[in-house]
């Protein structure tokens, strides 16, 4: 169980962390992206979430990894799990419906929750893009076939739009019954974790709200990043910091903030190596 | 020929000579390795053999889509992510497909499982295979090898995917015998399927070994021989990338290689002095440091050790 | 009330409160196992706890297609083959088929590839798909569930095969943890599948074992925790049939077993004697002798050694 | 190597055993039926196919047993394999082209070589046989994939057919390019081996002509089993007898002739050990 003495003295991205990880239960099947989600899913399996299991894209299921996961496709995605298979085959598991939850990033989201990772057309177009983006990758899947997904994006007018340019990960596409009509008969974003804010989703219209607001930012503010006329819960929360113990775990997780920080800028292979002797040690 | 090489008993073959022998110009391709087990070595032996026009079949190829697509070899890419993760974006797959650079690349966009599915039913030798990915989205408005249907027993909508069979398929495994019989420790993305799917099959190991050993596990085999055309040993394929059970990322190579790749001058020099300025594979892991390359195996043998 | 048992953590029933809970009348059962690693003792506890107008989907479900026919357990059977191969012909399949004794069933006929395509479908959950099989053949012509389609890619014929999804699949592994992540050693026929496709998934195993035990090897965990919802320890279950790595066939016992089954009368007796006047499955290794089940491990040891 | 020194006293099964493994070259991959069959292809992996791979349909392939195989699915097929898997991914090896040779059998074949398994109508239909057969099992499979297949059966009037009443696995169907339009691109039989003859494929019409018979026996016996005008080869041969070094393998491999006789009917579970135990010893 957590303790809920609050830290004082944190970080953007470890505040993010730990919201992502409160939005895992126990007992759940976790698709876990790379970066700050990773870490909030093994701090939740540190924490609330013993029984989670987390699966990575090339194929590893419930590993317990003493070191910082860097990638999708790294080697504690199979330390010691319960079973190392194929991509196709975890991503069959998670068509079938067995995977509770998955974590997306992207470039553009729009207020439906349909995300944009492939391209930004600026003036051109798909073909002739402003920007080529690395692509849906697994996100596309997710987005369909999830029970439920989590957007993390850094809020910004530019990136939070009525539309996005191009469709790589399926929300509520254009709200309302519209997912199912098209044959996706489960799943959609819970919520869209931002640096300001989080966002939940109507259950109706599946329109996104404003829900919560990080501690010392206004409404005002996050409406300013937003393209569309967004609607505001009537009663917006202050979003929870994180706990003395949480801050702990994260600081183990990741002691040379290649993630919180920007440590993998300047990292030596020294270093590199004694920080993955040290994790051994410090699990 | 390709029957030939299949029936053979001893396969074994410098990764040179397969690359000579089975891949051509115009050819369509396929790496194993997704995230880590990545085929680097494999691919720096394709651009040192200059081979022109390919085809890149791939679910999330970032070092062999960034390097092909920077060293001029690709004509199109059917992939659904370029980009090295972590380590930073793909330049050379950005500069292609922004601005030309070095030449225009086609690509068609899916998504990691359906790119998976593509491979399955490549391997089981069916024409396409549907989906339930894919749906709503606007990957199908671009992609018209994606076919949104009706599926014929419940007339819901499905999406289906075309069968991938590659010309040659180049798929790394931890070890082989030299009949081609492939076994894997850890994950092995799509290596099974695309080492079925494709035509010719070059199948490379960290570690050759008898077929008794092979025998041992004969649950760990994925890859059977009647499938692989060519064995070759070849340890540290991977590097600056992890191999299950076998070594660790080499995160601080890969960000110092990512930084020149922001230049294209930056990639140039790099594929001068990491590529054809080297012989082979032996002599990049020569210029890596057997020192280094030996801490990146210590440090992963004491956080996964192999039972069998 | 099924993803509450999914969740558990300790997932472990006898078989007898496995099969009270989660098997009910007129639902769909699937049963692993293919020539050896048959579910016998699984069979005789359905029949022992009388369940009625079940439909039976299997590739070829020897003993439980044989044994169920002739307890008037099934309705319908989805399968490719009904016998008991070298032991002898399936009287029982054969009578209620012929004859209707002791009521009619009605087959619906598949090959045991396309039966494993339809677990395949079932897991993976799409809803059909296509193969090369039964094209030319008379079974689509009496099984309107297999269509003949053109392949939309290239107009090419090819069968379409529609997914399975039994209400409960009752499959036998190696071992397995009380969480339900079951491991394979040899041959796993269809039950990685089954244990996907299904609504409910009964695992039972050799032994079971702790999760430690089974994340030391996790390239041989065919079925993952998420998708069971009852773990039963059920040793020597596949009785007279093998187990891989395990125990030989009793092909003595089934010489005399199904030499009873020529005659209705001999199937009721025996029946009678193994099945329905025996409490459980323990009873009835009581009744086979643990000299002779020890023989038939002690001998399987010396040609297929355990190296996990 | 074959020692050509022919046997002079053996048994029919014994003399089939031969003529299936003589089917057999080195370096294939073979798809072996239950019984007879399977000792054919051990026969021809300890003789002139060292090489050859042999794959049985519960997922094992590449098995070295060092015992008789009782079934498709008994332990022998995992014996010291190259491979254990399971039964879709194996059958889906042969859907794609990798298996060069199947062996059937079947309760009826006709001239073009199509096999029924399945049910015998008699007075009745498909809902109501006369008989009742197993069906299919995985013959359909190997007869629409394997690149060849091997048909084992007993040469009868009421079993060789013009027609059969269900066609269970395919072989040349109508005969000339038929099989090719319903989209099989590969495969058929290559021989019918009975216990009287051999019968093999005219490569342009696909209807089965007499290819050879057995010792002692004459074209008219052959002719007279057969239900419709049999087409004869211009120069019958005598079918190959085994040669002593083939007997003497195949009295290794079925020492209590549980295929080559009637040893199963009374066979006792000690005598059984036994065997077992003595097999290990004798290869």
């Known amino acids: 169980m957590e303790n809920t003495k609050y830290a004082e003295d944190y970080s953007l991205s470890e505040f993010l962390v730990t919201a992502s990880a409160r939005e895992l239960n126990d007992n759940e099947t976790i698709f876990a992206g790379v970066g700050i989600p990773t870490l909030g899913a093994l701090l939740a399996k540190l924490t609330h979430a013993k029984n989670a299991i987390i699966a990575t894209e090339c194929g590893g299921i419930g590993p317990q990894p003493k070191r910082i996961m860097l990638g999708i496709g790294d080697n504690p995605g199979v330390e010691d799990c319960l079973i190392a298979t194929s991509l196709w085959r975890l991503f069959s598991d998670q068509q079938r419906g067995y995977f509770d ?27 002739t893009p402003a920007t080529r983006l690395p692509g849906s990758g697994g996100a596309n899947d997710i987005a369909s076939s999830a029970k439920r ?62 829900d919560s607001v990080h501690p010392g930012v206004t409404v005002e503010e996050v409406c300013n990043e937003v393209s569309w006329d967004l609607k505001v819960s009537p009663d917006v929360k202050i979003t929870e910091p994180p706990t003395v113990e949480q801050l702990t775990l994260i600081r183990m997780l990741d002691p040379n903030q290649l993630y919180t920080g920007d440590g993998l800028k300047n990292i030596t292979f020294e270093k590199y190596i004694d920080m993955l002797e040290n994790s051994l040690l410090s699990f | 020929m390709s029957d030939n090489l299949k029936k053979k008993a001893d396969k074994r073959m410098s ?24 085929c680097v070595a494999q691919t720096y032996e394709v651009i040192r053999q200059r081979r022109k026009n390919i085809t890149l079949i791939g679910d999330s190829p970032c070092e062999a889509g960034d390097l092909l697509a920077g060293a001029g070899v690709l004509k199109k890419m059917e992939i659904a992510f370029c980009a090295y993760a972590v380590a930073g974006l793909g330049d050379n797959f950005r500069r292609a497909v922004e601005k030309g650079i070095p030449h225009k690349i086609e690509v068609e966009d ?58 040659v398929a180049i798929v790394h495994v931890s070890r082989a015998d030299m009949r081609g019989n492939g076994q894997m420790f850890g994950f092995s993305s799509n290596a099974e399927n695309m080492a079925r799917a494709a035509k010719h099959t070059i199948l490379t190991c960290e570690e050759i070994v008898s077929t008794d050993e092979i025998r041992k596990f004969g649950n760990l085999t994925i890859v ?54 080297l012989k082979d594979h032996e002599a990049y892991l020569e210029k890596v440091g057997y020192k280094r390359l030996n801490d990146l195996a210590r440090i992963e043998r004491k956080f996964c050790k192999l039972n069998y």
Not at chain 1, 160 to 183: A, C, H, I, N, Q
Not at chain 2, 15 to 38: I, P, R, T, Y
Not at chain 2, 132 to 161: A, C, H, R, T
Request: with cysteine; proline share 7%; hydrophobic share 35%.
């Open chain 1, 101 to 127: 939850v998955g974590m997306l990033g992207g470039a553009q989201v729009d207020k439906y929750g349909n995300l944009n990772s492939t391209t930004i057309f600026g003036d051109g177009d798909y073909y």
């Open chain 1, 149 to 210: 997904t989590l957007i993390m994006i850094p809020l910004q007018k530019r990136r939070f739009l009525e539309r996005v340019d191009y469709v790589s990960s399926p929300g509520y596409l254009e709200g309302y019954d519209s997912r199912e009509k098209v044959g996706l008969s489960r799943g959609g974003p819970s919520s869209i974790i931002t640096n300001k804010c989080i966002f939940r989703f109507d259950p109706v219209s599946k329109e996104a709200y404003l």
């Open chain 2, 15 to 38: 990764l040179g000579e397969a690359v000579a022998e089975l891949v051509k110009d115009n050819s369509v391709l396929s790496f194993s390795g997704m995230g880590g087990a990545q």
């Open chain 2, 110 to 167: 899916y998504s990691n499982y359906t790119i998976g599915l593509r491979f399955l039913a490549g391997a089981i030798n069916i024409p396409y295979i549907p989906s339930k990915s894919l749906l709503g989205s606007d990957l199908p408005k671009y992609n018209k090898n994606i076919k949104i249907d009706k599926d014929p027993y419940s007339g819901e909508p499905i999406s289906l995917l075309p069968a991938a069979h590659p010309d």
């Open chain 2, 224 to 277: 059977p021989e009647y499938c692989v055309d060519a064995v070759v040993e070849l340890p540290y394929a991977c590097h600056p990338w992890n191999m299950p059970f076998a070594y660790a990322y080499d995160i601080p190579f890969h960000s110092k290689q990512l930084a020149q790749f922001k230049t294209r001058e930056g990639f140039e020099q790099w594929i001068n002095e990491w590529c054809f300025s």
